[in-house]
């Protein structure tokens, strides 16, 4: 009984192992969502890649980098209060996005997660949730899974929804309410006609 709990518990280690990210409530894996529960939000510049990974990247013929340097161009959220902050990427074995994403002298909003809880922490990004959009900065606009319906936003839109609220997901989901609640109406109506007859 001791071999087979060990075998047991030896096969959901490592099962849990492999599917460690692998992301489960991908059906509305949205900036917005990941906006609203985050603790930091701003517009940032990719100022440098200052550490790339030894290893070759299957798919990626140039040196992955691994660190970079944002300078933050506008906080919509949080307390930290420095110009420039580090953001790590994944080495392979991490449930990072890889940084070769990212272009040198280009403009995201970011919605990183703090390594730590102290004041000069540096970032990350989690694989399984859209934690950032590649922003034009002529055009004003913001591309990527900003939302269930959008995937292009006004930069100012985006600011005022950060700011007061996202109600794309509420009327989405009013607007599904409606749709069932008018089939069950119907149907309830037929039936009644259909008993009256």
């Given at each position: 009984?001791?071999?087979?709990?060990?075998?047991l518990?030896l096969?959901?280690?490592?099962?849990l192992?492999t599917?460690?990210?692998?992301?489960f409530?991908?059906w509305?894996?949205?900036?917005?969502?990941?906006?609203?529960?985050?603790?930091?939000?701003?517009?940032?510049?990719?100022?440098?890649?200052?550490?790339?990974?030894?290893?070759e990247?299957?798919?990626?013929e140039?040196?992955?980098?691994?660190?970079?340097?944002?300078?933050?161009?506008?906080?919509y959220?949080?307390?930290e209060?420095?110009?420039?902050?580090?953001?790590?990427?994944d080495?392979g074995?991490?449930c990072?996005?890889?940084?070769?994403?990212?272009?040198?002298?280009?403009?995201?909003?970011?919605?990183?997660?703090?390594l730590?809880?102290?004041?000069?922490?540096?970032?990350d990004?989690?694989?399984?949730?859209?934690d950032y959009?590649?922003?034009?900065?002529?055009?004003?606009e913001?591309?990527?899974?900003?939302?269930?319906?959008?995937d292009?936003?006004?930069?100012?839109t985006?600011?005022?929804?950060?700011?007061?609220?996202?109600?794309d997901?509420e009327i989405?989901?009013?607007?599904?309410?409606?749709?069932?609640?008018?089939?069950?109406?119907?149907r309830?109506?037929?039936?009644?006609?259909?008993?009256k007859?």
């Open positions: 009984m001791r071999k087979i709990f060990l075998l518990s096969i959901i280690f490592y099962s192992e599917f460690s990210c692998s992301c409530s991908s509305n894996d949205s900036f917005s969502r990941t906006a609203k529960k985050a603790k930091f939000v701003a517009l940032i510049k990719v100022i440098s890649f200052d550490e790339y990974l030894d290893e990247i299957l798919g990626h140039e040196k992955m980098p691994y660190l970079m340097t944002v300078e933050i161009v506008k906080k959220k949080g307390t209060n420095r110009k420039r902050i580090k953001i790590w990427g080495n074995i991490l990072r996005p890889y940084l070769s994403e990212f272009k040198i002298n280009g403009y995201y909003i970011v919605a990183p997660i703090p730590t809880n102290k004041p000069n922490t540096d970032y990004f989690f694989v399984c949730r859209t959009l590649e922003v034009d900065i002529n055009k004003n913001a591309y990527g899974n900003y939302s269930l319906i959008r292009k936003i006004n930069i100012s985006l600011e005022n929804k950060l700011r007061y609220g996202d109600w997901i989405i989901t009013l607007l599904i309410s409606f749709f069932f609640l008018g089939i069950f109406i119907y309830r109506n037929k039936k009644q006609i259909a008993k007859s």
